[in-house]
């Protein structure tokens, strides 16, 4: 068999990929590099091959399983864990841009980041970037770490809304806790922004909390106290 490192060097799959680009190469010289190696006498593109071979079409494979995957000859467990984490990961990225564009709900905001921050075990701080249809514009990663108004100040947010032309702005941070209950400092960040805002023209439509598979927006839940209080 021809392997991989018989291969010319300028033909060889990563090589390729460094010099012109994912695109120059073909569906199974992608999945060979996923592979990584072959098996005894098998390199990875014969092995790659072999799978498109038994597939009736690429996109079958989004639904096979570890364990169907691994019973085909050379490729095992190992190999079928790591293409079927590829092709999450290329769904998860498709998904977010074709289906999330413009923002109109907390939901929206979820589905946009959830993958994003619900496992994450830091504090995170993130501003969505909207035009005035409330289209994403951009997301921007602002701090790491507990929200707390002495650390946090509103110019690392609104600079970019400046630099992005933004109308609107959306702030997002999880609880990696799980508990989605907003805590003392979350609710006097918000405000500490939304004034700001007010002060720049830049609105603050909301900040919204995503704790593991749950979510909280802060305005709605200031609504909800604000209707609870006595007249």
Known sequence: MYLIKDMPLDERPRERLLRLGPRSLSTYELIAIIFRFGYKD????????????????????????????????????????????????????????KTIKQICSPN??????????????????????????????????????????????????????????????ILVHNHPSGDISPSKQDLEVTKLFMDAGKLLQIEILDHVIIAGSNYLSIKEYNQKEKKKKPF
């Open 42 to 97: 098998k390199s990875a593109i014969d092995l790659a091959k072999n799978l498109i071979n038994e597939t009736n079409q690429l996109s079958d494979l989004r639904k096979k399983t570890v364990k169907e995957l691994a019973k085909i000859k050379g490729i095992g467990q190992t190999k079928a864990i790591s293409l079927l984490a590829a092709i999450e990961l290329g769904e998860r990225i498709l998904n977010t841009e």
């Open 108 to 169: 929206d905001v979820y589905h946009l980041l959830k993958y994003d921050l619900k496992d994450l075990e830091q504090e995170v701080l993130i501003a969505l970037y909207l035009d005035v249809k409330t289209n994403l514009i951009a997301k921007k990663k602002i701090f790491v770490g507990g929200l707390n108004q002495s650390l946090i100040h509103p110019r690392e947010v609104f600079k970019y809304a400046v630099k992005y032309s933004a109308y609107s702005i």
